[in-house]
């Protein structure tokens, strides 16, 4: 019998993650300027074959970094002027920030890009991981590197809306703890559209 790719149910789910989404999205009293200017960046959505299924390669910022300090994040960051393009800056972010070789990568594709409060506009490129590798924080970046499941964030239930004051305002966002991780914000929202993307794949 011919083993299922694990991995098509991720790639099945791009069909219908069809949805710019935002730090926004549940905040619907917040005026955004259409003219407002948004700084492109990309993240690695990278994940690995593992004995009890898919995980995802998740890292926490260092504390001393000017944007998200501390939070719990991607690798990733803004475009440079020689990246070729938005994935092009999600390898190599994930190369220097984590030491993944962009040899062991493979891009399974793109989720709708995200628009973040700190002026980023953020497109997600989902991977896939072949061969295990040596996982590497870039100091001064990068606090620690860790593994969630991905069944655990590919659950729409697990997801919850709080709030907390910024800039004067309450801000609604989600989260999807993990152990003793807090992912939340803009990381929580883009996991969300995949997990809806997978749930609508599975009929739910």
């Known amino acids: 019998m011919t083993k299922a790719d694990?991995?098509?149910?991720?790639v099945a789910a791009l069909a219908h993650a069809d949805t710019a989404s935002s730090d926004f999205d549940l905040n619907p009293d917040v005026f955004l300027p259409p003219e407002r200017t948004l700084r492109p960046a990309g993240?690695?959505?990278a994940m690995h074959e593992a004995t009890d299924g898919l995980?995802?390669?998740?890292?926490?910022?260092?504390?001393?970094?000017?944007?998200?300090?501390?939070?719990?994040a991607f690798p990733g960051g803004k475009q440079d002027t020689g990246d070729k393009n938005l994935t092009e800056t999600a390898l190599r972010e994930a190369h220097e920030?984590?030491?993944?070789?962009?040899?062991?990568?493979?891009?399974?594709?793109?989720l709708p890009?995200?628009?973040?409060?700190?002026?980023?506009i953020v497109t997600p490129v989902l991977a896939k991981v072949h061969q295990p590798f040596q996982a590497i924080a870039e100091p001064g970046e990068v606090e620690e590197v860790f593994e969630v499941p991905l069944g655990h964030v590919a659950n729409p239930s697990l997801y919850h809306v709080q709030s907390r004051r910024w800039r004067g305002?309450?801000?609604?966002?989600?989260?999807?703890?993990?152990?003793?991780?807090?992912?939340?914000?803009?990381?929580?929202?883009?996991?969300?559209?995949?997990?809806?993307?997978?749930?609508?794949?599975?009929?739910?």
């Open 6 to 10: 694990p991995f098509a149910r991720v």
């Open 55 to 72: 995980r995802l390669i998740l890292t926490k910022r260092s504390s001393g970094l000017k944007h998200h300090p501390g939070q719990i």
């Open 113 to 120: 890009p995200h628009e973040t409060v700190t002026g980023f």
């Open 43 to 45: 993240v690695l959505v």
């Open 169 to 204: 305002q309450e801000r609604r966002y989600y989260s999807v703890p993990y152990g003793p991780y807090y992912i939340w914000g803009a990381t929580a929202r883009m996991l969300r559209t995949l997990a809806d993307g997978m749930a609508k794949d599975d009929g739910a």
């Open 97 to 110: 920030e984590i030491a993944l070789p962009r040899d062991n990568v493979e891009v399974l594709g793109l």
